[in-house]
């Protein structure tokens, strides 16, 4: 689920700056990346949750140590993007 996620929150980013960049409104898309974005995070953190109470070690072993330190950079580089159309001329 939280691969899902993660891919609406990536279009939805891109949409939000080609909706900027043809001078109209982007909140919704802003609003629907960075949404996305924290459902990302929660999904992640249940799948780790679950994995742990099913005592599934090798999953966590495995997926954990690397998916939390991209996590940290995606979660960062959705602010970042989605905050360009804050401070551009096309913001409202």
Do not use: E
């Not at 939805?12 to 949404?35: E, V």
Request: net charge positive; charged share 10%.
């Amino acid at each position: 689920m939280w691969l899902l996620f993660g891919a609406i929150a990536i279009v939805t980013a891109i949409l939000n700056i080609a909706w900027a960049a043809h001078g109209k409104d982007p909140r919704w898309f802003r609003f629907s990346s960075l949404s996305f974005t924290a459902l990302t995070l929660c999904a992640f953190y249940s799948q780790s949750a679950k994995w742990v109470s099913h005592k599934d070690w090798s999953a966590l072993m495995d997926v954990v140590p690397t998916m939390s330190r991209w996590l940290w950079v995606c979660a960062i580089a959705s602010i970042l993007i989605n905050s360009v159309t804050l401070f551009g001329k096309s913001s409202r």
